[in-house]
């Protein structure tokens, strides 16, 4: 970033420096947490300037394009989209940004034949991979709605299975050859097979996973809640749904990964507490949300009766004294 800030200084109207600062603030854009995501019109107004300087500049249009989308702003973004795939109809960047326009319209069959296009060109571009595998988990979420796609006997039930395996086959691809980066890809794979029943396969996946170092806070998370919601309700494991759901927990990202783990833990508890009001296990839970919310003095209370359900529970031991020393550092 400040690699082009500092050279667009020096040369202002550089359209490849100016598509390098706006491709930089777009990726930025698309991550939680980060300043940029809060401020997402700023490579739009960049990758306008790339179009003033330079009209037929392709890839600055679909990028355009799909901020436009975002904007509800339609009408410009499906021209764009359109005067990009004119000038440059084989270009696998271009056909793929393109792609995930057509697939946010809905429009998934134009979505796949531009993708298949760019693999033509690009066969082994993971990327491309990803993206086709959510075209087919799109068209087979919409014949689940089917009730005939459950029964072997119709077509419904064996278009269904060539769905699964077109899936599977793009979703493997593109993780094939980069575990540690390819983390939505893995995740995507695990879920088409508890689709299919393959529960066994989807737990592998999730282990893999699990054992991965230097992932990235935010992936990490994913991992951490679905690998919980894979323990809770295909494994009744409700011990080790509940360690993940944590985890998840103490990766400080405002993410919806990290909200659905708060969510997952309070339904967690709440239910383990109606039915016995002294599970010391759901009564530190509850401390732990009131601990992330702020309010000290409830935390205090459920970790306090947590432990005198589990008296050699030293989480709950450490936690108690972090907050009484924070609680009297503020009322000093």
């Known amino acids: 970033m400040e690699c082009f800030e500092k050279a667009l200084e020096e040369d202002p109207n550089n359209t490849e420096w100016i598509m390098g600062y706006a491709t930089a603030l777009y990726r930025l854009e698309a991550i939680p947490g980060t300043p940029e995501k809060c401020k997402s019109s700023q490579s739009m107004n960049h990758l306008r300037r790339v179009l003033e300087l330079d009209p037929d500049e392709s890839l600055a249009m679909v990028m355009l394009a799909l901020k436009l989308q975002e904007n509800k702003q339609k009408k410009e973004a499906h021209e764009l989209v359109e005067r990009a795939l004119q000038k440059s109809p084989d270009i696998p960047k271009v056909l793929r940004y393109a792609a995930i326009f057509y697939r946010l319209e809905q429009s998934v069959e134009k979505a796949i034949e531009l993708l298949k296009k760019a693999l033509g060109r690009t066969p082994h571009n993971s990327v491309l991979h990803d993206q086709i595998g959510m075209c087919y988990r799109l068209q087979l979420l919409e014949l689940f709605k089917n009730p005939l796609s459950s029964d072997p006997q119709c077509r419904e039930f064996r278009q269904k299975m060539v769905l699964i395996d077109h899936c599977k086959h793009h979703f493997g691809k593109a993780f094939e050859h980069r575990p540690r980066t390819a983390i939505k890809s893995q995740l995507d794979y695990a879920d088409i097979c508890l689709k299919n029943g393959e529960n066994s396969k989807a737990g592998e996946v999730y282990s893999k996973l699990l054992e991965l170092e230097g992932i990235r806070p935010e992936n990490m998370q994913r991992i951490y809640l679905r690998a919980g919601l894979f323990q809770l309700y295909k494994r009744n494991s409700d011990p ?93």
Not at 245 to 251: A, D, H, P
Not at 304 to 330: G, K, Q, T
């Open 240 to 332: 080790n749904a509940v360690k993940l759901f944590q985890k998840g927990l103490k990766i400080e990202n405002n993410s919806k990964a990290w909200k659905m783990c708060y969510e997952q833990l309070d339904k967690w508890a709440k239910r383990k507490l109606c039915r016995d009001p002294h599970d010391s296990k759901a009564l530190g839970v509850k401390g732990l949300l009131h601990q992330i919310d702020g309010d000290k003095s409830k935390a205090i209370e459920y970790f306090v009766e947590a432990l005198e359900l589990d008296p050699s529970n030293e989480e709950y031991l450490s936690a108690i004294c972090e907050l009484r020393l924070s609680f009297e550092e503020h009322h000093d």
